[in-house]
């Protein structure tokens, strides 16, 4: 019996060096050089020409319809930012311009009409674009502005949890 065990030790030991010596392992490393690619394109200007005196325009949306929503209380700041953009092009589209310069909103709603309506009212200066030409570097303008114009900013905000009831009510 010693015999046995000692040659099921032995066995046991042997396969563990023989599977010990049959491993390998390769790591390398380098330094890692992504170079950070980037298209400049000679910007577009244009000027903007207000075509009309400040005009003031209403739109209703089914926020049930929409976006499944069933109470007021459910509507997030994303939310709002769409029916408002939404707003603009319905705007733009009824006057016939670009953009609405310096518009302003005012959206309400109730869940006391339990129709699942939101109104939004808009005021501003209906424009068109004009003039397009592209920048010309040679003005001494340069590409100063473009930074200002296009921060690489993240707000860090969580739009879709947050409602605006919910900063309204603080």
Not at 24 to 43: A, C, G, L
Not at 82 to 88: I, N, Q, S, V
């Amino acid at each position: 019996m010693k015999k046995l065990l000692l040659l099921v030790v032995t066995l046991a030991a042997a396969a563990e060096i023989v599977s010990a010596q049959q491993v390998s392992v390769e790591h390398s490393q380098s330094r890692v050089i992504e170079p950070k690619q980037m298209v400049f394109i000679i910007p577009l200007t244009a000027e903007i020409s207000p075509t009309a005196k400040r005009q003031e325009f209403s739109f209703v949306f089914d926020i049930k319809e929409d976006y499944g929503i069933t109470s007021m209380g459910q509507l997030t700041f994303k939310h709002l930012d769409e029916l408002k953009k939404r707003a603009l092009y319905l705007a733009c589209k009824e006057t016939d311009t670009d953009l609405i310069v310096a518009a302003t909103f005012n959206v309400k709603g109730s869940d006391k009409s339990r129709d699942n309506k939101v109104k939004v009212e808009l005021r501003g200066y209906p424009a068109v674009y004009t003039n397009w030409k592209t920048m010309d570097i040679s003005s001494g303008q340069g590409y100063d502005w473009v930074p200002s114009v296009y921060p690489e900013i993240f707000r860090g905000e969580d739009d879709e949890s947050t409602t605006a009831v919910e900063v309204v009510k603080k």
